[in-house]
């Protein structure tokens, strides 16, 4: 399928800026030009997809969906399922947290959103497409809705509404207005520019993260031992699922330059389930994110979402070793 | 006059929208009050749930994208 890129980049590398095609350094340059395009490509695609979805989905309708019909304990299900599909930005949490309790989503529900959300969204699927395939993607979003489901309905069975801010508390107390949102009204092609633009926008702006992740992961390939990693941090270890969650927390704002970084280590021996499950704590658990819930969330209640779900990534990450 | 907000808690979307408020109502010549809305509190009782949103004269016209300046134009004209 993407045949032609890697035609493209030898013809680049070889063709035009004349580098031999034995050298190490030609072969490294046209790894290193096939690797970017293909991300690019397919991160442009995916999200020009999520863009049309959400077009006709947008979050308003998915909340009254969530509200008014009766799912029979399917509704954490779905809202993990939505939160997948719905492109994430840390500065929206808070608008869709109080959105949903005023609508009258239940505590639980809203935080399975919460929690797909950013664990699952358009650009770390991208990028996992293109460095480990499909299968590996399809495991990462599978078990990352599910961890959403689970992760909520275990937090909505905790009763934590108390812990909510006072603030939130009030909106609860006089909410129930039914909030009629307008359709729009705009055509489908009328809309493509907009969304056409969008999915460029932020492929710009992961571009720079991914040039620089696949420059580190290039020099890294060279110079890391072959089965380095195996021998110290392979799958006999119990402690390098958890260790490989905790490092992850902090580094949020470079998904885009992780996963080619992760890919390396995987080629040396780390075990591909903890490297999802440290993607999934880079995306899903990121201390700005921390910082934004603090409007809505007690302390105490940050502190137990928080840790549920790196719990929950945890026990991911080992299932995933035993399975894959 | 028409008052025109943006909401948003100031990520670089909710910059990039109000630079093409400002560009569009130069570019139209429209009389405008620009304000950006970024205390959280506030942006609530306007009942978005995504972010940027544009507001005019009190009525949500765009939400959880950013408009380009001919949309805007468009909104205001």
């Known amino acids: 399928m993407f045949d032609w890129i890697q035609f493209f980049a030898d013809w680049l590398i070889f063709g035009v800026f004349n580098i031999a095609e034995e050298s190490r350094l030609g072969i490294s340059l046209s790894f290193f030009v096939y690797d970017t395009l293909k991300i690019l490509l397919l991160l442009f695609v995916i999200v020009m997809v999520m863009g049309i979805v959400n077009a006709y989905f947008p979050v308003e309708r998915l909340r009254d969906y969530l509200n008014r019909k009766k799912l029979y304990g399917f509704e954490y299900f779905f809202a993990a399922l939505f939160g997948s599909i719905t492109p994430f930005c840390s500065c929206s949490s808070v608008p869709l947290f109080i959105g949903f309790v005023q609508g009258g989503v239940p505590l639980g529900v809203t935080l399975s959103f919460l929690i797909t959300s950013p664990l699952v969204n358009q650009i770390a699927v991208a990028m996992f497409l293109g460095f480990f395939g499909l299968k590996a993607t399809l495991i990462y979003a599978v078990s990352g809705i599910l961890l959403g489901t689970f992760g909520g309905w275990f937090l909505g069975k905790l009763k934590l509404e108390h812990l909510l801010t006072d603030w939130v508390k009030g909106i609860l107390a006089n909410a129930q207005e039914k909030a009629a949102y307008e359709e729009e009204k705009r055509t489908f092609i009328q809309r493509l520019p907009a969304i056409t633009r969008e999915a460029w926008d932020i492929v710009r702006g992961v571009l720079l993260y991914i040039i620089i992740g696949i420059g580190i992961g290039a020099a890294m390939y060279g110079y890391v031992p072959e089965d380095f990693f195996e021998q110290h941090l392979g799958q006999d270890k119990w402690w390098t699922v958890p260790l490989a969650v905790i490092l992850a927390v902090p580094m949020y704002a470079n998904v885009a330059a992780i996963v080619p970084v992760i890919q390396v280590f995987v080629a040396k021996g780390i075990p591909l389930g903890t490297a999802i499950a440290f993607m999934m704590a880079t995306v899903g658990l990121s201390i700005p994110e921390g910082t934004l819930l603090k409007k809505v969330m007690t302390f105490k209640l940050l502190a137990i979402f928080f840790a549920t779900i790196t719990i929950f990534i945890i026990i991911s990450g080992y299932v995933f070793n035993l399975i894959l | ?77």
Do not use: F, W
């Open chain 2, 1 to 77: 006059m028409k008052t025109i907000k943006i909401l948003g808690t100031g990520c670089a979307k909710c910059k990039s929208t109000h630079a093409n408020v400002l560009k569009a109502i130069d570019e139209a010549n429209i009389q405008a009050e620009v304000i950006k809305v970024e205390d959280i509190t506030e942006i609530m009782t306007y009942n978005v749930m995504s972010t940027p949103a544009l507001v005019v004269d009190e009525v949500v016209k765009i939400k959880g994208r950013v408009p380009d300046v001919s949309e805007i134009k468009d909104l205001l004209a």
